[in-house]
Nanobody, 127 residues
């Protein structure tokens, strides 16, 4: 069992930056592919980014490519999402998720492939 807790959300003006953190407990994160998803009111959960178990490979959703950066520190059992050049359309609840390595990289973008989820942290970008 893996427990995930996100933090770092808040209110920021358009063009600003935030860094989200995801702290894990229960098991070491080095055994899991880690992902970030987001969900805005009235919309489906959207893939944001994912990173392989040792951080060698990453993937990003088209809407955040070039602005967001995912990273991980397995020694600290932490995953991060650095968000720059934020836009009002980035407003959503952001969720951290963990998937076992059996997940094919082609399926990282599918929420159904993740086994554990955090409770989410709200990010609000004002125009």
């Amino acid at each position: 069992q893996v427990m995930l807790v996100e933090s770092g959300g808040g209110l920021v003006q358009a063009g600003g930056s935030l860094r989200l953190s995801c702290a894990a407990s229960g098991r070491t994160l080095r055994s899991y592919v880690m992902g970030w998803f987001r969900q805005a009111p009235g919309k489906e959960r959207e893939f944001v980014s994912a990173i392989s178990e040792l951080g060698a490979r990453t993937d990003y959703g088209d809407s955040v490519m070039g602005r967001f950066t995912i990273s991980r520190d397995n020694a600290k059992n932490m995953v991060y999402l650095q968000m720059n050049s934020l836009k009002p359309e980035d407003t959503a609840v952001y969720y951290c998720a963990a998937a076992t390595p059996r997940v094919n990289a082609d399926d990282w973008r599918k929420a159904s492939q993740y086994d554990y989820w955090g409770q989410g942290t709200q990010v609000t970008v004002s125009s």
